[in-house]
């Protein structure tokens, strides 16, 4: 059996795009350090575009620093822009990519109201506390991340029919996938403000693609301008790409997040994210002496952690609904 443990080293990873300078925007004009809201005078919804959820994502930085600097503006409502990680983002090194995701915990792993409102620090649940008032100010969240290991872009809806639907509009990338989250932590889509099916407001986190590639940056420049004019916010000139050929919508359901119980989870093959596995019962990894096998036939593998830490998700597996 090929090794794919979780104690193997991690391969080498290419850096074919640059960090952007986003220096004019540590500021903002919020009161938050790296948030900007344009305010177009018109009633409309707030969106907020999010990135740097994680220090070394650069693409989504890349996206919003491209926009704020071709002048986008809201056409209704409220728009913010929001760099998170500020501090895991000054420490990237094209050299070490994999260092800077966070420096003391996953900020995507501290939604949860106990946590937030709990006396515990660290520097990613003080960032997460900081802007916390503004996320509680906004109808609509793109927080826009890539991916590790090769996968399929997708977006992830969380379960609410709502971050469905604003899933399906966005249309890139045209696979969605529902889930409940991770074992370990809530993220910011799962924040009771956008995870209660009663509220009104929405949010959706796009996997756009490999970190640290340009087609990353092109699925995550497609999926804002896909929310912007489905919200009708985007002027016709706008700085944004032209509406893509739109391809058939594709949802899926997980039925089984897998968490790593111990440092030897091991895949039996090199899996990609949005590989489908044909039969129910086929063996795909092992955790220790524990057999992982599929639940369901036609079963789809969302975003394989090839090198899954102890107490992390190592996989999730879906089910595709009925069309």
């Not at 996206?63 to 056409?75: F, I, K, S, T």
Request: glycine share 8%.
């Amino acid at each position: 059996m090929p090794s794919f443990t979780s104690t193997a080293p991690l391969p080498d990873f290419k850096v074919r795009i640059v960090a952007p300078d986003i220096a004019p925007w540590i500021a903002g004009n919020t009161g938050i350090a790296g948030f900007t809201t344009l305010e177009s005078n018109r009633p409309g919804p707030h969106v907020a575009l999010l990135s740097l959820m994680h220090g070394n994502e650069l693409a989504g930085a890349i996206v919003l620093d491209r926009l704020l600097r071709a002048g986008l503006r809201p056409e209704k409502g409220r728009l913010s822009f929001g760099f998170l990680n500020l501090a895991a983002f000054e420490r990237f090194d094209p050299l070490r990519p994999t260092a800077s995701r966070f420096l003391d915990e996953d900020m995507n792993r501290v939604w949860d109201e106990t946590i937030l409102n709990g006396p515990r620090r660290s520097i990613e649940l003080d960032r997460a506390r900081d802007f916390r008032c503004l996320i509680d100010s906004v109808d609509v969240v793109l927080d826009l991340h890539s991916m590790l290991w090769p996968s399929e872009a997708l977006i992830l809806s969380g379960v609410p029919e709502k971050g469905r639907a604003m899933a399906r509009a966005i249309g890139t990338p045209p696979l969605v996938v529902a889930d409940h989250g991770h074992a370990n932590g809530r993220r910011l889509i799962d924040y009771t403000r956008f995870s209660r099916a009663e509220t009104p407001f929405a949010a959706c986190l796009v996997e756009a693609g490999q970190h640290w590639e340009q087609a990353t940056v092109d699925t995550m420049n497609a999926s804002v301008a896909g929310l912007l004019r489905h919200l009708g916010m985007a002027a016709p000139d706008a700085p944004l790409p032209p509406v893509p050929e739109p391809a058939p919508t594709r949802i899926a359901t997980v039925t089984t997040a897998v968490t790593a119980m111990t440092s030897n989870f091991c895949f039996v093959k090199t899996f990609r994210g949005g590989d489908i596995i044909p039969r129910r019962d086929t063996l795909i990894a092992t955790d220790g002496e524990t057999e992982i096998r599929t639940p369901h036939d036609e079963c789809l593998l969302v975003m394989p952690s090839l090198r899954p830490s102890r107490g992390h998700t190592a996989v999730r597996l879906g089910r595709f609904e009925a069309v």
